[in-house]
């Protein structure tokens, strides 16, 4: 069985800050796949990012930083500077070989991030 | 290009009647997944295509519900009769997937069904 946990339930900074979002992820896989989405108040899932197992070298693109570290199966998201149109919810989500093309999401964390 | 489009946008529908959810994956995309979000349950797939067939249906809630898939660019989710407790925000995606490639998913803006 797979599981994604994501234990921050909400987040509110304050326009500039940097923020965490936390990812917790639970799999036998040996071969797997982490992905971000974003979903701002619109509604619409947006695609940020995805990681293979094999691959943990952490990755920049502009403010947004991902930091996988196997040995703590986490896959962390982190915000520099963040802005106002930041502000959505964040999923991490999760993929195995076991469990075909199935994505397992995580609950969700909703960032306010305050002008 | 276009993305995943989903119609309609909005359904308000009185309990007991038909509802069909309508997608259209992006060109050239193999594998069509439905899911459903809610406060209560969050994020969770209801069913997924490979190649227009149905591989996992395991999170499909009850036989109300059935999706097909009858080509490439279209695919359908059913609900008969519908109940208020379907009352839920049902999103489309497609993904291009080859052997073990698990590729990333992109979703349609979604529907919000509200069942009375």
């Known amino acids: 069985a797979q599981k994604v946990t994501q234990a921050q339930t909400e987040i509110s900074v304050v326009e500039k800050e940097d923020v965490t979002l936390d990812c917790v992820y639970e799999t036998r896989d040996t071969t797997y796949y982490l992905f971000w989405y974003k979903q701002p108040p619109s509604g619409e899932l947006v695609f940020l990012i995805r990681r293979n197992s094999f691959d943990e070298q952490n990755e920049i693109s502009g403010r947004y930083s991902w930091n996988f570290q196997k040995s703590t199966s986490s896959f962390n998201f982190t915000i520099t500077a963040s802005q106002v149109v930041d502000s959505a919810v964040y999923f991490c989500?999760?993929?195995?070989?076991?469990?075909?093309?199935?994505?397992?999401f995580g609950e969700g964390t909703q960032l306010t991030v305050n002008p | 290009d276009a993305g995943v489009i989903q119609s309609p946008r909005h359904e308000v529908t009185e309990m007991g009647q038909e509802v069909t959810l309508r997608c259209k994956p992006i060109?050239?995309?193999?594998?069509l997944f439905w899911y459903r979000q809610t406060m209560m349950r969050g994020l969770e797939l209801l069913i997924y295509?490979?190649?227009?067939?149905?591989?996992?249906d395991s999170g499909m809630p009850e036989d109300r519900f059935s999706a097909k898939m009858p080509n490439a660019s279209f695919s359908t989710l059913k609900i008969q009769p519908s109940e208020p407790r379907d009352s839920a925000v049902y999103f489309c995606a497609s993904s291009s997937i080859l052997g073990q490639g698990f590729n990333e998913q992109f979703f349609g803006p979604g529907t919000r069904l509200t069942v009375l």
């Open positions: 989500a999760l993929s195995g070989t076991t469990s075909g093309s199935r994505l397992t």
């Open positions: 060109s050239g995309h193999n594998s």
């Open positions: 295509f490979n190649n227009n067939v149905p591989i996992d």
